[in-house]
Antibody
Framework: QVQLVESGGGVVQPGRSLRLSCAAS????????MHWVRQAPGKGLEWVAV????????YYADSVKGRFTISRDNSKNTLYLQMNSLRAEDTAVYYC???????????WGQGTMVTVSS | DIQMTQSPSSLSASVGDRVTITCRAS??????LNWYQQKPGKAPKLLIY???SLQSGVPSRFSGSGSGTDFTLTISSLQPEDFATYYC????????FGQGTKLEIK
């Protein structure tokens, strides 16, 4: 079935780095744009980044621009988020999502928790 | 950047009630407006896309309307499983979510 599974979350000190992964299955991963969305504890949803189906274009929220990098490996059906210079305010559940239908985020992973704390 | 403002932030209602949630964009976004439902500890679920199109598998009691800057999500007859938090999202210029509306049982 159609599925996205995130991994790589954990506890990290401020200023350090972490890489999240999102493994896709059940659909043609290489045909669709992919997103990262995060949700701080008790807060709302915040879009983080998007990458085009072929990796040709990438866009970021201002809050992560210059620190986070989105990438994908279509041969491995996997999406990545490299997070550098992490801050306490980056603490959140990170979801990957896809817009297979072409309009909105219709496939979501279960999320992976990132905690930035000393 | 486009800002999205939902109202109300929270809402108490009873099973069987008709409920409307409003979302306003800081500039015109045509019909590039989506609605999601999120339950505690779960990923969001797409309900409505392109302002008024019902996502496959979503009950017909959910409907969306609007264009330009003002949009609404309506639940025609609340069911117990509908108590959740609802978010609007614009996809006209990158992506922005509203702050959410928590729908609670009265």
């Amino acid at each position: 079935q159609v599925q996205l599974v995130e991994s790589g979350g954990g506890v990290v000190q401020p200023g350090r780095s972490l890489r999240l992964s999102c493994a896709a299955s059940g659909f043609t991963f290489s045909s669709y744009g992919m997103h990262w969305v995060r949700q701080a504890p008790g807060k709302g949803l915040e879009w983080v980044a998007v990458i085009w189906y072929d990796g040709s274009n990438k866009y970021y929220a201002d809050s992560v621009k210059g620190r986070f990098t989105i990438s994908r490996d279509n041969s491995k059906n996997t999406l990545y988020l490299q997070m550098n210079s992490l801050r306490a305010e980056d603490t959140a559940v990170y979801y990957c999502a896809s817009d297979v239908g072409g309009y909105a985020f219709d496939i979501w992973g279960q999320g992976t928790m990132v905690t930035v704390s000393s | 950047d486009i800002q999205m403002t939902q109202s109300p932030s929270s809402l108490s209602a009873s099973v069987g009630d008709r409920v409307t949630i409003t979302c306003r964009a800081s500039q015109s976004i045509s019909s590039y407006l989506n609605w999601y439902q999120q339950k505690p500890g779960k990923a969001p679920k797409l309900l409505i896309y392109a302002a008024s199109s019902l996502q496959s598998g979503v009950p017909s009691r959910f409907s969306g309307s609007g264009s330009g800057t003002d949009f609404t999500l309506t639940i025609s007859s609340l069911q117990p499983e509908d108590f959740a938090t609802y978010y609007c999202q614009q996809s006209y210029s990158l992506y922005t979510f509203g702050q959410g509306t928590k729908l609670e049982i009265k």
